[in-house]
């Protein structure tokens, strides 16, 4: 199934690196989600757009910037992360208004070094 | 109190056993209710939302209990393939933000 995509599937990188990750949904949603899994733990939502703009953000560190430049496409900009922020990163998208099922894609896990 | 808990399990099972998953939630208002399956190393799919009359889906039935503010998942004659992990979604009225608990393991062995 190819509804929402994600790349790098695995990144690795040092505490001093910046690295995007990059999320495109095909299936003409308006909402769009990205969360972090960590092993044993809920996942945790980081933030959500509707119709291109932020409408939550969950005390997420500013290491982690997300930017949505159109209702396809949501990125999350890394910088200066800390070993801590080791998971799986999942975007998933949904129509807007009300909630629906989100599809989620297949995520990338993320090492920091 | 957590807004979403779910025992995290595992539920190890044969082939062919009944089993039941509950998951309670804090927010009175919530209004939407949705149960998610993970596979190990997979992203999170929907497996059934959770109507207020109940809903069932072939060997999965869902229910809702107001009352007591928690959503129960039974999957009957269970497969290997059913080995997963079972997440609980809710989300409160007014909202699109879901909260996910931290899911419930099940293992169906031979």
């Known amino acids: 199934e190819t509804g929402v995509t994600q790349t790098p599937r695995h990144l690795v990188m040092g505490m001093t690196n910046k690295k995007s990750l990059k999320c495109e949904q095909h299936l003409g949603h308006n909402a769009m989600y990205w969360y972090k899994q960590s092993a044993k733990k809920p996942l945790e939502l980081m933030f959500v757009y509707s119709l291109e703009e932020r409408v939550e953000n969950n005390s997420v560190p500013s290491r982690f910037s997300p930017e949505c430049p159109n209702s396809s496409h949501l990125f999350l900009h890394l910088h200066t992360l800390q070993p801590e922020d080791s998971a799986l990163y999942l975007c998933a998208s949904s129509q807007e208004a009300t909630y629906n099922e989100q599809f989620f894609g297949p995520g990338t896990r993320l090492t920091v070094l | ?110």
Request: hydrophobic share 30%; with cysteine.
């Open chain 2, 1 to 110: 109190r957590k807004e979403v808990e779910q025992d995290p399990g595992p539920f190890n099972v044969p082939e062919g056993a009944t089993v039941a998953f509950n998951c309670t939630y804090s927010n009175s208002a919530s209004q939407s209710f949705f149960w998610y399956r993970q596979d190990c190393r997979k992203e999170p799919k929907l497996l059934m939302s959770v109507y207020s009359s109940g809903n069932e889906d072939g060997r999965f039935t869902a229910q809702l209990n107001r009352a007591s503010q928690y959503i129960s998942l039974l999957i009957r004659d269970s497969k290997l393939s059913d080995s997963a992990t079972y997440l609980c979604v809710v989300t409160s009225g007014g909202s699109y933000i879901p909260t996910f608990g931290r899911g419930t393991s099940l293992i169906v062995h031979p």
